[in-house]
């Protein structure tokens, strides 16, 4: 310990009483310790030129994302690179040691060498030129698609990673403030006259026409299936509040500057495009991608045109945060009314179905032959078909800004935290890894490893970061 170190040095030191040691020193000292031998693990053993997967065997052979990963392949898609990559920062952030920055800037660079001709990023990264998933990079080494991804968060957790390092590195990194100063534009231009944003983009899109949500006037259940559905504004898997957070976070980030201003500007046109996108009655809510004719329509052979219980509660989500920054009441007006329609909504079990029926309300289905159906008792298990309910909490939020009250910005507490940290503790091995067994936090419908085999986490090597980053802040405060 530091006090034999120090006395073996040549230095006396007499220690202070028990009581009056500061409480959770020890714990502080372990918990540093943990950090940097995860991290060293992570960073040396684990990394491929400074990017990650989603899960590893325990030997590193076996890789997997979204699918089986090469050699040569990391994932943007989170819980991939990004996701690592922020957990290094928070660590810099709770300890100044340059090791975890200098981790974040190869993590960064992983990035910057998979960064899109069209400015963003798509799931994965092929450092191999010949690679089957390369893409067209900005750094000539690729070849083959140039689709700028807003699917699951992949260029949004990117470009907010890199906006923090470049922030983290006083902005004069000219690699990373180029790759960032290079996104933020390219998805602004993706944005719709209207507000809305595609899935997926090459470069500007096109302009559309400004139109108020409606329902089809055609058979939805056969008519107006557009194949090249990423083209059309889209919410699905959360993409107006990862769009709406980094634009926000831009704002912020680079303040008093012109791209600030267009990234504010930006939020606003995505609430007033929420407003737009909202159904009339009698179902108030949202749809997971609409048409250019503001029309809810299909999105994949399991993704009816229809009423969507997670997207709905992530429009509202958006518009309270969008609402929080700007103090523009029209942000607001929408909420009263969804909240009371999906509230009705729930199922028996007070879950949201994922899909509603236009019009009739129903909760939708599919069986496992892709055919429609009322009943959920064959659905395909590769996807979710209800969703959490999270209609309290933001009904409270709803009050809380209507009162103009906001959050109560607490520092926090680390007494509360001290027993998951030495779980954390506990759980490193001696090689510096935390080891998972099939806990039910990989995707569903995702390569497994067998069930009981352990393996390696990307995501929980982040989330133990950050925790174990959060306490060291909290004490040191």
Not at 296 to 323: D, M, N, Y
Not at 355 to 363: D, I, S
Request: hydrophobic letters at 35%; glycine letters at 6%; proline letters at 6%.
């Amino acid at each position: 310990m530091k006090h034999s170190l120090l006395i073996a040095a040549g230095m006396v030191l007499t220690s202070p009483p028990v009581g009056a040691q500061p409480r959770g020193v020890d714990l502080r000292d372990q918990a540093s310790a943990a950090m940097r031998r995860a991290a060293e693990f992570y960073r040396a053993q684990v990394a491929v030129r400074g990017g990650y997967v989603y899960y590893y065997s325990l030997d590193l052979k076996k890789r997997l994302g979204e699918g089986v990963a090469s050699p040569t392949e990391i994932w943007v898609q989170p819980p991939g690179t990004p996701t690592v990559g922020m957990a290094y920062l928070a660590a810099y952030r709770a300890t100044g040691e340059r090791f975890y920055l200098e981790a974040a800037r190869e993590t960064a660079a992983a990035l910057i060498y998979g960064q899109l001709k069209s400015g963003g990023w798509t799931n994965v990264i092929d450092f191999d030129p010949r690679g089957k998933r390369v893409a067209l990079y900005r750094n000539g080494k690729g070849r083959g698609r140039n689709y700028s991804s807003l699917d699951d968060g992949i260029t949004q957790h990117a470009l907010r990673f890199l906006m923090r390092m470049d922030e983290a590195l006083k902005f004069k990194d000219e690699e990373v403030h180029e790759a960032a100063e290079t996104a933020l534009p390219a998805l602004l231009a993706a944005q719709f006259p209207n507000g809305g944003f595609p899935q997926v983009w090459s470069g500007p899109v096109a302009a559309q026409p400004v139109l108020k949500a409606t329902y089809p006037d055609d058979d939805w259940r056969t008519e107006n299936r557009i194949k090249e559905y990423w083209n059309l504004y889209t919410l699905n898997d959360g993409l107006a509040e990862t769009v709406a957070d980094t634009l926000l976070e831009a704002e912020v980030i680079y303040a008093k500057t012109e791209q600030a201003k267009r990234c504010r500007d930006a939020a606003k046109k995505l609430g007033d495009f929420l407003i737009l996108a909202q159904m009339p009655e009698p179902q108030p809510a949202w749809a997971q991608q609409y048409d250019y004719e503001m029309r809810p329509v299909w999105a994949r052979k399991f993704e009816p045109a229809a009423i969507t219980g997670g997207e709905s509660q992530g429009a509202i989500e958006t518009l309270l945060k969008i609402h929080e920054r700007t103090g523009e009441a029209k942000y607001l007006a929408p909420i009263p009314q969804a909240i009371e329609y999906l509230k009705a909504s729930r199922l028996a079990d007070g879950r949201l179905a994922r899909f509603y029926e236009l019009r009739t309300n129903k909760p939708l289905y599919m069986t496992r032959r892709y055919e429609l159906t009322y009943d959920d008792r064959d659905v395909p298990t590769h996807y979710g078909w209800k969703v959490t309910s999270r209609l309290d909490q933001l009904e409270r939020r709803y009050q809380e800004l209507k009162a103009r009250r906001r959050a109560a910005s607490r520092a926090p507490d680390p007494t509360r935290l001290e027993s998951k940290v030495r779980e954390i503790i506990h759980q490193l091995d001696d090689e510096g890894r935390w080891i998972s067994r099939d806990d039910g936090e990989r995707l569903v419908g995702q390569p497994k490893f067998a069930r009981g085999e352990p393996y390696l986490s990307s995501a929980v090597f982040a989330r133990n970061l950050e925790t174990l980053s959060a306490y060291l802040e909290a004490v040191t405060r």
